[in-house]
């Protein structure tokens, strides 16, 4: 019984931690990741810094995002995005409508699955790397 008792309360306190602080919960719920830090800058005008990835699904691709909802990439041109989450965002452009998930920024490094419901692109692991200008 007492095994037991400790696989429960480690698995309520995982799905506490994924649903709550730091999980992919709504904005409502406290969050341990301000997505501000990952911005290039305040406007498309006034970038510092672009982000430099790659993803099997997808390739090698490049993008901005800046603190006034707008991003730019030369794959999809000019698109908005929208905090929808812990750690994830919407993203709409002509060509694209999709979700970033499980953002992770680290080192320099960022992390998301990337979610579209383009055929052959439904799910999408992407690494990018921070680069300066």
């Known amino acids: 019984m007492k095994k037991l008792t ?3 309360i480690t698995v309520s306190i995982s799905f506490f931690l994924i649903g709550g602080c730091g999980g992919n919960g709504s904005s409502d719920e406290p969050c341990d ?3 501000f830090s990952v911005t290039n800058g305040t406007e ?3 970038n510092d810094s672009f982000w430099d990835c790659e993803s099997i699904e997808l390739g090698d691709f490049d993008f901005a995002l800046f603190e006034n909802g707008e991003g730019l990439s030369p794959n999809i041109d000019d698109f908005v995005w929208e905090e929808i989450g812990c750690r994830s965002i919407s993203i709409q ?3 694209l409508n999709a979700i970033a998930v499980g953002i992770n920024f680290s ?3 960022l992390t998301f699955i990337l979610e579209s419901d383009t055929p052959g692109l439904e799910e999408s692991d992407v690494s990018c ?3 300066q200008l």
């Open 129 to 131: 790397e921070l680069v």
């Open 44 to 46: 498309i005008n006034n």
């Open 6 to 8: 400790s696989i429960i």
């Open 107 to 109: 080192n320099n490094l």
């Open 93 to 95: 452009a002509e060509t």
């Open 33 to 35: 990741f301000d997505i």
